[in-house]
């Protein structure tokens, strides 16, 4: 299959847009959750949506190939939550290198019957638990879990993803870098303890409100410079923020990166009750204006996003020019 590289210099690649939105209208009950194999699971599951992979594999696949029909060229496996961390919160830690596998299989499945191009992009979630601050008022220096337990629960994530067929490895929804440092050991260490050729790593970080940093106090300078080291093939931005209030956040880092740039908004800010009103045109628009600046490499979309607003926003930047990787020069040190 061609190399992502290779299309990313001739033109905008579309990433596909939100799996919780699209699951949501599914509205499954319990029943659906527990499929037949966890049907006298010893605890609630309705909500672990990345469980559906194994339970409920036709609804995830039908979910992919809506994004593909629309226009995606990346989509993501639905592995937000796949790890042993975020499994505790169901008693199912055992299985996240299954669900892992599981999800990069529903993924290729819906490329193979779609028979369109496209990559698998294995996704990780930032965790329930965060290494950079305390869940404890009282107690600032405390920590619910140790960077050495979030390296773990990433690599046994990477063993599935890889396992399953993915083709790209995204950190994604970046609330506090240390935990994605973590992931980024990772995927470095699997490699190379398996001797394998590295896939390529995408991250994406969320600035979550208007000051211009992340939740663990990082302005986008500082974030994109704590994670470059990973050599990634793109850094980007995605979710908490509607394309609106991201633009000033993208337009910065399209100037600081030396690799490609990705952006992928939620559907505008939400409302009163949590939903998201943008209409897939006005998104659209807004991700066209981008392209024109010559901005971004990859797009689409993140909360609230459907497969309408990866329509338009295919549609708006078909034929756009990408922006250019920026020419580097080496520095040579200078020696007394």
Not at 119 to 148: E, H, I, Q
Not at 186 to 200: D, G, N, S, T, V
Request: charged residues 20%; proline residues 5%.
């Amino acid at each position: 299959m061609k190399r992502i590289e290779e299309s990313l210099q001739q033109r905008i690649l579309v990433i596909d847009g939100a799996m919780g939105t699209m699951i949501q209208r599914h509205k499954l009950s319990e029943a659906d959750y527990r499929g037949e194999r966890f049907k006298d699971w010893h605890c609630d599951v309705k909500g672990n949506n990345d469980l559906l992979n194994i339970t409920q594999p036709e609804i995830i696949i039908g979910i992919h190939q809506q994004y593909l029909d629309a226009g995606a060229d990346i989509i993501e496996t639905n592995t937000f939550s796949s790890t042993t961390i975020a499994m505790a919160d169901y008693e199912m830690q055992s299985l996240a290198k299954e669900l892992n596998v599981a999800a990069a299989r529903c993924a290729r499945e819906a490329i193979a019957r779609s028979g369109k191009t496209a990559w698998v992009a294995g996704a990780f979630g930032p965790l329930n638990k965060t290494l950079s601050l305390s869940p404890d008022v009282n107690n600032p220096g405390f920590r619910a879990v140790t960077f050495d337990e979030v390296v773990a629960a990433y690599y046994e994530q990477v063993v599935g993803l890889v396992e399953g067929g993915v083709d790209i490895l995204l950190i994604e929804t970046i609330f506090d870098t240390l935990n994605a440092k973590a992931a980024i050991y990772a995927i470095k260490k699997y490699f190379h303890e398996q001797q394998r050729e590295p896939l390529p790593i995408m991250i994406s970080g969320t600035i979550t409100d208007a000051s211009g940093r992340t939740l663990s106090g990082q302005t986008l300078e500082a974030f994109y410079t704590s994670v470059m080291h990973a050599r990634p093939l793109c850094i980007g931005l995605n979710c908490a923020l509607g394309a609106k209030e991201m633009r000033p956040y993208i337009e910065e880092l399209s100037q600081l990166a030396s690799c490609y740039v990705s952006a992928y908004p939620n559907a505008g800010l939400p409302n009163a009750m949590g939903e998201y009103d943008e209409r897939p045109e006005d998104t659209g628009h807004y991700l066209e204006e981008w392209a024109r600046e010559k901005f971004v490499n990859i797009v689409g979309g993140c909360c609230g996003t459907t497969p309408d607003h990866i329509r338009h926003i295919a549609e708006h930047v078909k034929g756009l020019t990408p922006r250019p990787l920026p020419h580097v020069e080496k520095t040579i040190p200078v020696t007394a």
